[in-house]
């Protein structure tokens, strides 16, 4: 069964950077759709990036510059989270997410069903 585990989370000062890494396995084909979530406690939880079948990369809108989605074409590679110039309210868990093969923009929690146990960043 495929596996998410997510790494790289911890606490940083202002302005810092971190890369986060979701390690993969049990998928038996290549072309999973892919994504990461963040979520503070009592808010909902919010999309980031995604990398679809294609290893197209979409964003949503209030992520871009701050954060770059990246994964090398294949199967049960990891996927990565670069996060730039941190700021407390980055401060959250932080979650990779994978479903089957998809195209296009899916951001919305509903839209996967496997999930890693999460990272927590810490900016402060």
């Known amino acids: 069964h495929v596996q998410l585990v997510e790494s790289g989370g911890g606490s940083v000062q202002p302005g810092g950077s971190l890369r986060l890494t979701c390690s993969v396995s049990?998928?038996?084909?290549?072309?999973?759709?892919m994504a990461w979530f963040r979520q503070v406690p009592g808010k909902k939880r919010e999309g980031l990036a995604s990398?679809?079948?294609?290893?197209?990369?979409?964003y949503n809108d209030d992520a871009k510059g701050h954060f770059t989605i990246s994964k090398e074409h294949g199967k049960n590679v990891p996927m990565y989270l670069q996060i730039s110039n941190l700021e407390p309210e980055d401060t959250a868990m932080y979650y990779c997410?994978?479903?089957?093969?998809?195209?296009?923009?899916?951001?919305?929690?509903?839209?996967?069903?496997?999930w890693g146990q999460g990272t927590q960043v810490t900016v402060s």
């Open positions: 997410a994978g479903k089957g093969y998809c195209r296009g923009r899916y951001m919305l929690p509903q839209h996967y069903n496997l």
């Open positions: 990398i679809d079948g294609d290893d197209k990369i979409y």
């Open positions: 049990g998928y038996t084909y290549i072309g999973a759709c």
